[in-house]
């Protein structure tokens, strides 16, 4: 009888992706309050700098590639559902993801200069703009997590979950690739 030494290696699946990167960004999304609250009582420091690339990073790279994933994979089976009711929400929470980039576009460029440890941003636009992001998501994450996935769940056939996974595991590592 011989032993594996090595236990076979099991990717992701790709729901399992995708919900990990749904806790990613409501810890994220916390950590962005956190960051307004820190610089009131430290101002720009080292731990404000490091938070703020962590988050700009986060938003930039993870989170769109997120939707990138969403837009693809989940959406069309929802728009091709034949359901009046799901191609609504396909449609809504498409309508979402653009709403989520307008916002952040208008956050990133201060969270940068915080990155970089610039003054040059004004917390009370971030004060007030972080929570009506924060609302955006959190509303968006509760109706893909309720209804998106569920549904698209059971509407994609196994063989194209495994196209699903592996277009998302290689549009990853080029990304990767190209970075480095």
């Not at 569920?150 to 970075?179: F, H, N, V, Y």
Request: hydrophobic letters at 45%; glycine letters at 4%; aromatic letters at 8%.
């Amino acid at each position: 009888m011989t032993a594996t030494l090595n236990p076979p290696v099991h990717p992701l699946q790709p729901f399992d992706v995708l919900d990990t990167c749904h806790q990613q960004v409501v810890i994220t999304l916390q950590k962005l309050s956190e960051l307004i609250e820190h610089i009131q009582a430290n101002g720009v420091d080292g731990q404000a700098q490091a938070w703020a690339r962590d988050i700009f990073l986060f938003f930039m790279n993870t989170a769109r590639e997120h939707h990138l994933d969403e837009e693809r994979h989940i959406f069309p089976a929802m728009l091709n559902s034949g359901d009046a009711s799901l191609m609504e929400a396909a449609m809504r929470l498409q309508q979402d993801h653009g709403w989520i980039e307008e916002d952040w576009l208008e956050l990133a460029p201060q969270i940068e200069s915080i990155a970089a440890g610039y003054n040059w941003f004004n917390l009370e636009q971030l004060r007030l703009a972080v929570p009506v992001f924060q609302a955006l998501y959190q509303d968006h994450i509760a109706l893909e997590e309720s209804l998106a996935y569920p549904q698209a769940k059971a509407r994609i056939a196994a063989w194209d979950l495994q196209g699903m996974g592996r277009e998302m595991a290689s549009r990853r590592r080029q990304k990767t690739s190209l970075a480095a």
